[in-house]
């Protein structure tokens, strides 16, 4: 695994070692940034910056299932402002500050160890923060918890109006085009792996 692009493009990212961690391969990260890249780019008002890459600036980011960090540090390393980052495993979570301290990003970066159900219910304070742009989820393959926690992060008022989140899910796991008020925009398939983009429903148009 390494950064893609931006301030430590090049950079090789550490997975945990003997965890239940798949991480996000290469490709599939490239492609899941290539679509929120063209989503953020096409909300952009006119008279803003032209090119793509300018959208990542200020935006603030939350990784739940955070495995390795790879998502969030590909976010900080694109521009964006800062993350929250939330994995349960006590050793997931050192090797994430690990990545954030080597590639120069841990200023703007918060790890939360805990897990995303006890994040979710406000005990680490993501609930009283301003929101987020970006919401990712890339949580245990076939986990049929999946849709609970969309549901969950619809009700929190957590991502921001014309925030987009993001579900890596295996094709086992089907999710509806409509969750409690948010609304899918664009799905893509890569083998076994799906990626599926949603925004509150009244900023889809």
């Known amino acids: 695994m390494r950064v893609i692009a931006g301030s430590a493009k090049g950079r090789p990212l550490h997975a945990p070692r003997g965890q239940a961690v798949r991480p996000t391969s290469d490709k599939i990260k490239g492609a899941l940034f290539a679509m929120l890249e063209s989503l ?28 390795s960090g790879a998502l969030a540090i590909e976010a900080l390393s694109r521009g964006a402002a800062g993350a929250d980052i939330v994995e349960a495993s006590r050793t997931a979570c050192q090797v994430i500050k690990r990545n954030l301290a080597e590639t120069g990003l841990q200023a703007e970066a918060h790890v939360h160890c805990q897990t995303v159900q006890v994040a979710l219910a406000g005990e680490s304070g993501l609930l009283s923060a301003e929101g987020y742009d970006i919401i990712a989820l890339d949580p245990p393959y076939a986990d049929p918890n999946v849709l ?52 509150a429903e009244e900023a889809t148009g």
């Open 40 to 67: 953020l780019f096409a909300r952009r008002p006119a008279e803003e910056d032209d090119q793509p890459a300018g959208v990542w600036q200020g935006l603030r980011w939350l990784d739940l299932y955070a495995g």
């Open 148 to 199: 609970a926690v969309l549901r969950k992060l619809a009700d929190s008022r957590l991502l921001r109006r014309g925030g987009l989140l993001a579900v890596e899910h295996s094709r086992r796991v089907g999710l509806p085009d409509n969750v409690a008020g948010l609304a899918r925009l664009r799905e893509r398939v890569h083998g076994d792996t799906v990626i599926s983009i949603y925004a």
